[in-house]
């Protein structure tokens, strides 16, 4: 299957700053990818959906000044935690999908963010 | 809106027994079901789809649109079967995610 690659796969970060995480599609090229936010013992939850080249659209009740997804290019999408808070710690995890119909989607190995 | 749920959180099998892991899901239009499997440190993968029809590691799921179903069964359980199991619906790759179910097989 296709590789979907997350940095950093861990990040420490002190409250109040920023931090960014990458999501590339190694081997093909995605015009959407999806970010999803996992708590402990809990499911993915759907953030928000990145596509290349317009504004991410965002689930009911996720901030998107908080959470700034860019997706510039059709390999790269990014998301950026800012001011980060500790009620922010959690573990992030993208897909991304080849164009086309009911393609399958491909996770990154996601990511742990912990805010102290 | 789209809705799915595992009724179990665990489910604990001596290798060779049978597997059945539930999912129950709510959708309008037609869904779209899917079984991920998440193995220890490793990434999430999709293990089948119902518009495939195909048994994947022993595994298969029948939708059963009466009762709103999509459950996983697998005759004879491995050990390497041991792992996170989620279900999952929706369309062009946008999911919703059940809970999960951590099936743990015993030698």
């Known amino acids: 299957g296709a590789v979907v690659s997350q940095h950093p796969s861990r990040v420490i970060c002190k409250s109040g700053t920023s931090v960014k995480i990458e999501c590339r599609s190694l081997d093909f090229q995605a015009t959407t990818m999806f970010w999803y936010r996992q708590f402990p013992k809990q499911s993915l939850m759907l953030m928000a959906t990145s596509n290349e080249g317009s504004k991410a659209t965002y689930e009911q009740g996720v901030e998107k000044d908080k959470f700034l997804i860019n997706h510039a290019s059709l390999t790269l999408s990014t998301l950026t935690v800012t001011s980060a808070h500790p009620e922010d710690s959690s573990f992030y995890i993208c897909?991304?999908?080849?164009?086309?119909?009911?393609?399958?989607?491909?996770f990154g190995q996601g990511t742990r963010l912990t805010v102290v | 809106a789209q809705r799915v749920t595992q009724p179990e959180k665990l489910l604990s099998v001596f290798k060779g027994a049978p597997v059945e892991l539930k999912c129950n899901y709510s959708?309008?239009?037609?869904?779209?079901l899917f079984w991920y499997v998440q193995y220890s440190r490793q990434r999430l993968q999709l293990l089948l789809r119902h518009i495939s029809r195909e048994s994947i590691k022993g595994f298969t799921a029948d939708l059963n649109k009466g009762e709103t179903s999509f459950h996983l069964k697998k005759p004879f359980a491995q050990e390497e079967d041991s792992a996170m199991y989620y279900c999952?619906?929706?369309?062009?790759?946008?999911?919703?995610f059940g809970k999960g179910i951590t099936l743990s097989v015993r030698p």
């Open positions: 897909s991304a999908s080849a164009t086309g119909q009911n393609t399958e989607a491909f």
């Open positions: 959708y309008s239009g037609s869904p779209e």
């Open positions: 999952a619906t929706g369309a062009n790759s946008k999911l919703t």
